[in-house]
T-cell receptor, first 115, second 114 residues
Framework: AQTVTQSQPEMSVQEAETVTLSCTYD???????LFWYKQPPSRQMILVIR??????QNATENRFSVNFQKAAKSFSLKISDSQLGDAARYFC????????????FGQGTRLTINP | NAGVTQTPKFRILKIGQSMTLQCTQDMNHNYMYWYRQDPGMGLKLIYY???????DKGEVPNGYNVSRSTTEDFPLRLELAAPSQTSVYFC?????????????FGPGTRLTVL
């Protein structure tokens, strides 16, 4: 079974600084997708960024970028120029291509932004 | 376009009571899901459906039931509530026609069983 591990329960960063959240996953498959979701105190799940396993180029969405290392099964999220609104719990998630598209989530990392 | 809606937002149940969590999506998505999120943890899949009339168990199905009579609705039924079912419940849906087919989530239902 696939598993997703986020080894940092909590992280903090100064406003305007850069922070990297770690995620590793375990799978024997080669064709899959990876996602980062943000969960602010409102508890709404918001998609931040996504990556297809067959794409070597790392995904970027404005201040958010990923470092996808397929061989190492690592998928870290970098937030540049951190803003107070980035404070949230961040979840890494994995799913296979096709099938029922079921997501497997990590335990999450709570990110605090210090003004 | 409301996306995924869930009712109620909050509920307190007594041990042994039953209830149904409602979920509706207006995006014409074939796939729908129910997750639970325990405090400080990630989301775990309870049940999912790939279309009307088709449902299947996820990782933590015990104590729950689902039905899918229409594309839009995917209710989750709790029978004989137990304190272990205290959690936040999320419904989600996804398309099958795109590339990433990311899941869209409802706002969640916070359930407490006392």
């Amino acid at each position: 079974a696939q598993t997703v591990t986020q080894s940092q329960p909590e992280m903090s960063v100064q406003e305007a600084e850069t922070v990297t959240l770690s995620c590793t996953y375990d799978t024997s498959e080669s064709d899959y997708y990876l996602f980062w979701y943000k969960q602010p105190p409102s508890r709404q799940m918001i998609l931040v960024i996504r990556q297809e396993a067959y794409k070597q180029q790392n995904a970027t969405e404005n201040r958010f970028s990923v470092n996808f290392q397929k061989a190492a099964k690592s998928f870290s999220l970098k937030i540049s120029d951190s803003q107070l609104g980035d404070a949230a719990r961040y979840f890494c998630a994995y799913r296979l291509r096709g099938g029922a598209q079921k997501l497997v989530f990590g335990q999450g990392t709570r990110l605090t932004i210090n003004p | 376009n409301a996306g995924v809606t869930q009712t109620p937002k909050f509920r307190i149940l007594k041990i042994g009571q039953s209830m149904t969590l409602q979920c509706t999506q207006d995006m014409n998505h074939n796939y729908m899901y129910w997750y639970r999120q325990d405090p400080g943890m990630g989301l775990k899949l309870i049940y999912y459906s790939v279309g009307a009339g088709i449902t299947d168990k996820g990782e933590v199905p015990n104590g729950y039931n689902v039905s899918r009579s229409t594309t839009e609705d995917f209710p989750l039924r709790l029978e004989l509530a137990a304190p272990s079912q205290t959690s936040v419940y999320f419904c989600a849906s996804s398309s099958t026609s795109g590339v990433y087919n990311e899941q869209f989530f409802g706002p969640g239902t916070r359930l407490t069983v006392l």
